[in-house]
């Protein structure tokens, strides 16, 4: 019986994945990886040029993104199918070879394949490569750090409601807002509530060829891509500088 080897990508960057990923990568045989109907998918740009020739490429493709309400029925329905039928396609050609699942980030953290993880623990021998959270990726883009001495963090979906956002927001010290793109009015509105704005980043494409980091106040909130986080630094306990 083969395995199923997931491998954390990292943020964006090829030159940021992990020597234990890279190597699943250029020895895979079979790949799988997400992405929306129509598109490349990011997991595959990040392994551009290093799969090996002949290796098997499975594309797993959502049946919705945004055309439906992310917390209707009928998406959690149309998306438990897919990871249903993906699971069980998986499972059955892990019983004659290796499948190398590549995900962008980390794929512990908010990552797809926890769903898949979660409907084959039980039967299929799973091995997991940590990555470099996209989160991380983008702090560092700033070129400031995201907390400092007892600073709490809050990571936030900006698919929260307004209210939600806001609560969260005036209460933690620094902030990572993912899940941004249409949510992007509502985000700023619940930072300005919070008095927040003033302190918060765009970055858009971190550690990508197109990387942008911006304050968010000067972004026009149209122009938001899926691609991008909101950040707060903390201004936490910190030594002072010695004059």
Known sequence: MGRI?????????????????????????????FRKAGRAGQARRIVQGLLPPGAIELAMEYPVTTELAFDSAAYNAALARFYDDWANRLRQLSRTCDIVVLCEGDP??????????????ADVPIEIIPGITGMSGCWTATGEPITWGDDVLAVLMGTLSEADLVAQMSRADALVVMKTGRNM?????????????DAAWLVEAGTMPAQRVARLAE????????FSIVLVHGQGRRPEIAE
């Open 5 to 33: 080897i997931c491998a954390g990508l990292g943020p964006g960057d090829p030159d940021l994945m992990s020597v234990k990923a890279r190597r699943a990568v250029e020895a895979a045989t079979t790949v799988a990886y």
């Open 219 to 226: 972004v026009n909130p149209d122009q938001c891509p899926y």
């Open 108 to 121: 512990f953290f908010y990552g797809s394949f926890m769903h898949l993880y979660s409907r084959l623990r």
């Open 185 to 197: 009015p509502k985000i700023r509105r619940a930072l300005e509530r919070a008095g927040r704005l």
